[in-house]
C-alpha cells in the first residue's frame, strides 16, 4: 500500500509539470475563433510545435509561469526535506526576481500601466501579478512577502508538490497555507487552495475516487476541521455550485468550462479546472478538453493533470508526453526523492 501511496504522490507531481507544459503552447488563447482553427487542424493539440500564445512565447516543452513555481516549491522541498519558507522565498527571489529570466522591461513590476503598449508576444516567460507583488514586497522590506490583492489561480496550479509530500500528515493545509502565502497573501486565495489541497489529497490517499467532492464538502462542514478559514461557507458553496453542474449539459456549462469566459479569479477559475477534473476520464483528454476550452490552459491543466496524474500514477502518464517535457528528469528526481517517505 506504501509503494501505490508513493506512485501516486510522483503521479500528481509529474503529471501537473507535463500538462503545464503540454499546455504552454496554447496558453492564454482567448479568440476562440482562432483556437477553433487550430483544433480543426489538429485535434491533439498538446506541445504544439508552433505557439499560437499572444503574450508570450517559449520553447515547446518549456513550463509556463505557472509550472516554474510549482518547480521552484518541489526543489525547495527536495532540497530542505520538507517546507522551509525561508528557503522558498529565497528560490522565489532567485528564479523570478532581479538577473532572472523573468527581469524584463515588459515584466517589470513598476512598470506604468498607462505607458507606452508593449510589443507582443515578448519572447521569454510572463511574469504575472502574484509575481510581481511578491517583488515589491521584497524590495519593501516586508516580513509577508505575498501580494495581499492577488485572487488568482497561481496557489491551486502550484500546490502538487506540497500536497504529495505531506498527503495523510495532520500539517498537510498549514503548510500548504504557509507555501501559497509567500506569494499570494489573501485570505480568499488561501480558502479556495486549500480546498483543492483537499481534493488533491483525496486522490492521492485513495486513488480513483468518485466520491472526493462529497468527502471534501464533509470536511469543510465539520465545525472541527483543520484549518478552518474565515470563508469556507463560500468555498462550500461554490463546489456545491460545480457539483451540480456536473449533470447539465456542455451549452449550459459553457460559462464553467470555458476560461475565455471566465477570468483567471477565483472561484471561477478554480471551478472550471475541477469541472475538468471530475469529468475526465483519461489523463490525456482531460488536459486536451481543457486546452479546446482556451484561455488559461496551463492554470486549469496543473491541476486536472496533479489529479488525474494521482489517480493512474506515474505509470499511467504517456511517455510520449514525458519525453517532450523538457524539465522531465528533473522534475522526476526530485518527485522520488520527496515521497519516498511514503514508501
Known sequence: ??????????GA????????AAAQPLHWVYDLQKLQGILAQDPNPEF????????????????????????????????????????????????FGPGSEYDTPVNDPYREKGGPRPQLPIEGPWRQGSLKGFLKN??????????ENDCQIDGIAKLAPVVAFYAGKPEMLEKVEQAVRVTQNNDECVAETLAAARILEQYILNGPDPKAL??????????????????????????HQVKENLSKTPQETRGLKCDA????????AFQAALHGVLTAEHYEQAVRDTM????????????????????????????????????????????????????
Open 1 to 10: 500500500m506504501a509503494s501505490a501511496l508513493a506512485n501516486r504522490a510522483m
Open 13 to 20: 507531481i509529474v503529471g501537473s509539470a507535463v500538462a503545464d
Open 48 to 95: 504544439r510545435s508552433e505557439s499560437a500564445n499572444p503574450f508570450y512565447r517559449r520553447q515547446t516543452g518549456q513550463q509556463s509561469c505557472y509550472g516554474d513555481q510549482a518547480f521552484v516549491l518541489l526543489e525547495s522541498l527536495s532540497e530542505c526535506g520538507g517546507l522551509n519558507v525561508d528557503d522558498l522565498t529565497q528560490r522565489t527571489l532567485k528564479f
Open 138 to 147: 521584497v524590495d519593501a522590506g516586508k516580513e509577508e512577502t505575498g501580494c
Open 214 to 239: 462529497d468527502s471534501v464538502l464533509d470536511q469543510l462542514s465539520d465545525s472541527k476541521r483543520k484549518q478552518p478559514q474565515d470563508l469556507d461557507k463560500a468555498v462550500i458553496a461554490h463546489l
Open 261 to 268: 469566459d471566465v477570468p483567471l479569479g477565483l472561484p471561477g
Open 292 to 343: 479546446s476550452r482556451g484561455g488559461c490552459t496551463c492554470s486549469r491543466g496543473s491541476f486536472i493533470g496533479a489529479c488525474l496524474g494521482a489517480q493512474v500514477g506515474l505509470q499511467g502518464i504517456p511517455t510520449s508526453w514525458t519525453s517532450k517535457t523538457l524539465r522531465y528528469n528533473l522534475v522526476l528526481q526530485h518527485a522520488e526523492k520527496i515521497t519516498k517517505q511514503h514508501q
